[in-house]
């Protein structure tokens, strides 16, 4: 049986680092591709097609999102302590059950943006149903495979320098698949988008059956029961408080995201055909920004450059907020700048986390269970932005295609301002609850015992 403790220079993340380290990357986080390609349509193209494409009405729809998305949140946890009773079996287990998942995704996609003709004809109300339930199902199959590829890549252990190359790798490819995702629709159409989805889901499936295994894990002794094991990460004071700020954060990010293209509509009147420049700019530079912030690891530490990357975000936006009609360059930059600090949203984050499971002893036991509160995080995140943020504004009288200052000034308070206080809200906690309590636990004299490795709890 494998000890969860082994040294870091012999941990499976150790050969994301050093010669031909760029194949054992592109064989695990090739997946991150499709994986992220998908979640464009799905969480940032869907709501503004269903509201344009088909008239649905922003309240409706904000209340189907919100259901859908919900219900698929609630099912990650459990769909978590899955994925580790899989790997406790064998990692071909978890191969087989993401092969079913990704057919599931790819039919499930189509089904969504390409709704029978027998529902669009039969009302609003079918239609609104038809994608509530298809959303529910396809969320989930997204949920299995996302799930059960970031735990694999938690269970390869490693330094913190390790752990961050591992993530960025598959971060890294998944901005290229939502840079490729966000030009597709705009250039070449829906149905090509799809298509090309589904071959690159394919292919990233493909890759990860070649990737670096992880070393088997340590079953539980005790076997507890599956609602205490899937409950057991909450329990944790260290998991508690980096979830805290994981959700605080990505409640900033996912309002902007579910908002932007209304934000490019109306508020700069931008012509349909730059839509994909700014995603596309976005996205690029998040992807180039990594490398820059995976080095800078190395010498802040995965928490203080988080925050750097928390504060570049709110400067951004505060800017962004002055923007108007025909300021078509300005939010260009804008793009790039948020994109650059994205980066940290989405390297850091999970590799603080896999080192939270580590200095807990869980590695290699728990990690679909951590992986799914940490799911459900991030999908509640999302669906508390579609199902609040669009019905808000309706409330307050903004309607898509709007030009009355008044409920574009709406517009722009939901997409640049209260993101920034949820983000500023969210580097207080990231200091109070992370950077200060690690610094005085490296500043106390038991953090220099050698037990201090194993019982630390701090991220």
Known sequence: MTPTNTAPGHEPAAQFMGAGA????????????????????LYVILPNHYATAFGAPLALLGLVLLGARLVDAVLDPWIGRWSDRLFTRSHRDILGIS???????????????FPPSAVQGAGMATLLSW????????????????VAHQSWGARLGGTEAQRSRVVAWREALALLGVLIAAVLPGTLGLGATVGSFAVLLALGWWAWTRAVIPRPGAAAVDRPAATTASLQPLRQPAFQRLLAVFVINGTASAIPATLVLFFVQDRLQA?????????????????????????????????????AGMGLSVAVFIWAATLGAGDIAAFLIVCALSGVALGTDLALPSAMLAGVIGRLGERGQREGAYFGWWSFA?????????????????????TPGARDPAALLTLTIAYCLLP????????????????????????????????????????
């Open 99 to 113: 092969a079913l998942a990704a057919v599931v995704l790819a039919l499930g996609l189509w089904g969504l943006l």
């Open 271 to 307: 012509a349909s055909s730059v839509e994909p420049a700014f995603l596309a700019t976005y996205f690029l530079c998040a992807a180039l920004s990594i490398p820059l912030w995976v080095r800078l690891v190395s010498r802040f530490g995965l928490a203080r450059t988080w925050l």
């Open 378 to 398: 991030a999908k509640l995140n999302l669906a508390l932005a579609a199902g609040l943020a669009l019905p808000l504004l309706a409330w307050f009288g903004y």
């Open 131 to 146: 994608a509530g339930v298809l959303m529910a199902i396809t969320y989930t199959a997204y949920s299995v495979m996302s």
């Open 420 to 459: 920034c206080a949820l983000k500023l809200l969210a580097g207080t906690a990231l200091y109070a609850l992370v950077i200060r309590p690690e610094n005085r636990s490296a500043e106390s004299p038991a953090a220099a015992h050698p037990a201090a490795a194993v019982t630390r709890t701090l991220p």
């Open 22 to 41: 760029w194949r054992r990357g592109l064989s695990y986080g090739l997946l991150g591709m499709p994986l992220a390609f998908v979640a464009l349509p």
